[in-house]
């Protein structure tokens, strides 16, 4: 109910980041169990860690996890990225390095509420499969103060995210994300600001 992760996942309109199909998400729910974190510890912080090792373990395309970035750590997410790296490395130390999840194991987190919407997150053909695209430009995060970039594509399917920001994303966005607090199950202290 992260108003942040709602707009993250609204955002990601072409499902690249989160979906069904690579079973990232069903994967970040399972680090959470892994990790054995107490109800607390269910924050956007530890969310985003875990959506950034399961794209880390699954997917081929390294720029698309970047944009985990900007929604994670806010508007200095390039002075802070290094310290979520070492967080990330911190929670895949704390699941016993068992980063891989079979398809079973997730099928059945799935099947915990197989109606929810958050499974419905299915990334059209077009965007999967290895792609490599060594001659384009390198393109930086771009966060949720930005428009998701257009897909044509999935423009024509009818998936892609109005150019208008929604109701819920701009009233949760505007503000920096910086993050409140870091979580004392890390060891890796003095990190990130805290308030």
């Keep these: 109910d992260d108003d942040i992760i709602q707009d993250f996942l609204w955002?990601?309109?072409?499902?690249?980041?989160?979906?069904?199909?690579?079973?990232?998400?069903?994967m970040t729910f399972i680090y959470f169990k892994r990790a054995n974190f107490s109800l607390s510890e269910y924050t956007r912080l530890n969310?985003?860690?875990a959506l950034y090792l399961a794209n880390t373990v699954e997917e081929d395309n390294e720029e698309l996890k970047y944009e985990i970035f900007p929604w994670a750590l806010g508007t200095t997410w390039r002075k802070?990225?290094?310290?979520f790296i070492k967080l990330r490395d911190e929670l895949w130390i704390r699941i016993g390095y068992r980063a891989i999840v079979s398809r079973r194991c997730c099928e059945e987190v799935m099947a915990i509420a197989p109606t929810h919407y958050i499974w419905q997150r299915e990334?059209?053909?077009?965007?999967s499969g290895a792609v490599r695209n060594y001659?384009?430009?390198?393109?930086?995060?771009?966060g949720p103060t930005a428009s998701p970039a257009?897909?044509?594509?999935?423009?024509?399917?009818?998936?892609?995210?109005?150019?208008?920001?929604?109701?819920?994303?701009?009233?949760s966005s505007s503000g920096n994300l910086e993050i409140m607090k870091l979580e004392s199950s890390y060891t890796v202290k003095g990190i990130f600001p805290t308030e």
């Design 123 to 127: 990334r059209p053909p077009h965007h």
């Design 80 to 83: 802070l990225f290094p310290d």
């Design 11 to 26: 955002m990601d309109c072409c499902c690249k980041i989160a979906d069904k199909a690579s079973y990232l998400l069903a």
């Design 150 to 171: 257009k897909c044509l594509l999935c423009e024509k399917e009818g998936r892609a995210v109005p150019q208008e920001s929604s109701s819920s994303c701009s009233s």
């Design 47 to 49: 969310f985003f860690l």
């Design 135 to 142: 001659t384009r430009q390198v393109q930086l995060p771009r």
